[in-house]
């Protein structure tokens, strides 16, 4: 608003005059201004103002100036989610936080009237408003977490719900003589279901100290009460009768509305006749007949013929239920058991099963003897006799045959004439001093004579000798003495047997020869597994460009494994001519020629 202002101008507060140079121009910034006649007016009143009330006291109206009250303070000055102010003994804010802070104080949400209270959840946060949870509850595990229900007083009308320090949920109806209702919609089903998988539930109607426990079925029209008031006994009332189900014994039985007891299963109604012992069948209705193939003394259930246990997709069971009681088998005679499939040229198969991961287990004993054949571990089969036992592995093609005195064998033993199962040497046993090796070349069964110096043998020519395996196990080491000096290749090998015959290669071990000395190897082409006792063969074979000697026994006096021309002839040994760089893996087709003037190489083993 702008209008010429006339001299003289007079400006008044309701202080007084302020002083001041002349006044040209009166600017109103903040307030409002009025003008009746000559007088314009202008009321600052509403704007502005110092706090009223104390430090942390939020401001209102207070008759036109700021006020402030003691009882509505900012609780907690946050700047974000822990903001809280406090009204009376109320504190509100800080994530959701609403608390009584006077000490045991209650906190009242009142609706106007009918209205209704809501528990809801929201997406102003920016959440997805899905499933709400409302949590009561309590400090520690001993202590009860309540949800109570009641009137404004709580002296006539009062339920709860709570989770008690013993962790048991019970719902309380705390009003005398009235009910808890559980009400479900049309075809719903009141259900009582335990949260684990496959384990049993249980309703347990409990009276209280020696109070009656009672289940009432009942509808507008019709009721039954089901209740237990004498100890392991069922009673079933409709008014004034009942039934009684005596369970407190084997001879308890059922007691009729008619006071009548029944103690065993009713046969009446039922025609027909049987002989003394035989077992009733049904021959037509309501008649029975017996057969003298079909009896029972009281105790020993006689079938002439056969049992046959028949359902459609399920398994026929004969079963002794009686505990650490034996179900028998017996025949009489030479009769035998037997477990044969009905249909003709189709596999039988006796299936010995475990209950869970219990161990089958087959017993043959008499009243003498007795061996235990059992699977106690997975594809492994343990024929057991007191303490020792045999263990065939069939988990793999490496299983095998551990044996009662623990040893492994992993390979069928190679079949020969000319086993030998001596009781052999043992590796470092201290009647043999410090000494490891064995010197197969003078074995028990071939050895004999005495180590001469050298026979040599030709690049192109494999020999072979016999010998008796003496121990058990896989080899470990190979040992040969050669004389020729230069650098050559030494192949050593095992073979097995086959009619006193060299047969498969077991493996061999390659010396790399630097000199005339004794050469020890214990890496092999493959795993060399041997027998004691059982007879095996050894070869010899070089790759230098001219023959090679090694340390062997004396040919004049070695045992013959050969046949000679004559009486006065030195005893052979026999070689083939090879074809590869390494020893033949198999022998058996190779043709052999007999030599004498060879003594047995020396060869050493260890296991």
């Excluded at 004396?554 to 026999?574: E, K, L, M, P």
Aim: net charge negative.
């Amino acid at each position: 608003m702008s209008s010429p202002i006339r001299p003289p101008l007079t400006v008044t507060t309701v202080g007084g005059s302020p002083s001041g140079r002349p006044i040209t121009t009166i600017k109103v910034s903040d307030g409002d201004l009025t003008i009746s006649g000559n007088v314009a007016t202008i009321d600052t009143s509403g704007s502005g103002g110092s706090p009223g009330g104390s430090d942390t006291q939020i401001q209102f109206n207070n008759s036109g100036a700021f006020g402030g009250d003691a009882g509505f303070t900012m609780a907690v000055q946050g700047g974000g989610d822990s903001t809280a102010v406090q009204i009376g003994k109320m504190k509100f804010g800080a994530g959701g936080l609403v608390q009584n802070t006077t000490q045991n104080g209650f906190v009242f949400i009142y609706s106007e009237g009918a209205g209704q209270i809501f528990l809801t959840g929201s997406t102003d946060g920016g959440g997805t408003f899905t499933d709400q949870v409302v949590n009561i509850m309590c400090n520690a595990d001993t202590d009860t977490a309540t949800l109570k229900l009641r009137n404004s007083s709580g002296a006539s009308k009062e339920a709860t719900i709570d989770l008690d320090g013993n962790i048991d949920v019970n719902i309380k109806n705390l009003t005398d003589g009235k009910d808890i209702i559980l009400t479900t919609g049309t075809t719903g089903l009141t259900r009582l279901k335990n949260s684990t998988s496959n384990t049993d539930t249980q309703l347990n109607i409990q009276g209280n100290g020696t109070g009656t426990p009672k289940i009432n079925l009942s509808n507008d029209s019709k009721a039954v009460t089901i209740q237990c008031d004498e100890n392991q006994k069922l009673k079933i009332m409709g008014g004034s009768d009942d039934f009684i189900f005596d369970v407190s014994s084997g001879t308890g039985g059922i007691t009729f509305p008619d006071g009548t007891t029944q103690t065993t299963a009713a046969s009446a109604g039922i025609g027909g006749s049987i002989a003394n012992t035989q077992v009733a069948v049904g021959s037509g209705t309501n008649t029975i007949s017996g057969s003298a193939a079909l009896t029972l003394n009281g105790s020993v259930l006689t079938v002439e013929n056969q049992i046959e246990l028949s359902s459609t997709g399920a398994a026929g069971i004969l079963k002794n239920s009686q505990n650490n009681q034996d179900l028998r088998l017996q025949v009489s005679g030479t009769g035998n058991v037997r477990i044969e499939n009905q249909t003709t040229d189709t596999a039988s198969q006796l299936n010995v099963k475990g209950n869970g991961t219990g161990e089958p287990i087959i017993n043959l004993s008499n009243d003498t003897k007795a061996v235990t054949i059992k699977c106690d571990e997975n594809q492994k089969l343990k024929v057991a006799g007191g303490s020792s036992n045999f263990i065939f592995d069939a988990s793999s093609a490496t299983g095998g045959i551990t044996w009662p005195d623990g040893t492994t064998q992993i390979t069928a033993a190679s079949a020969s004439t000319n086993n030998f199962d001596v009781a052999p040497r043992t590796q470092g046993a201290s009647v043999w001093g410090s000494f490891t090796r064995f010197d197969v070349s003078k074995d028990i069964a071939y050895g004999s004579g005495f180590a001469r110096n050298f026979n040599n043998i030709d690049q192109d020519k494999v020999y072979c000798w016999p010998f008796i395996g003496s121990n058990t196990g896989n080899v470990s080491e190979m040992g040969i003495y050669a004389n020729t000096s230069g650098t050559y290749t030494v192949y050593a090998g095992i073979y097995s047997d086959n009619a006193g015959q060299p047969d498969t290669l077991l493996g061999y071990a390659t010396f790399s020869v630097t000199g005339a000395n004794i050469y020890y190897q214990t890496s092999f082409s493959t795993t060399i597994s041997m027998v004691r006792g059982v007879q095996y063969w050894y070869a010899f074979k070089h790759e230098h460009n001219t023959s090679v000697s090694f340390r062997c026994m004396d040919q004049t006096y070695q045992n013959a494994i050969q046949t000679v021309s004559s009486a006065n002839q030195s005893n052979q040994v026999q070689y083939y001519t090879y074809s590869s760089s390494a020893l033949e893996s198999d022998l058996s087709s190779v043709t052999w020629i007999p030599q004498a003037s060879i003594g047995r190489f020396i060869l050493t083993l260890k296991w």
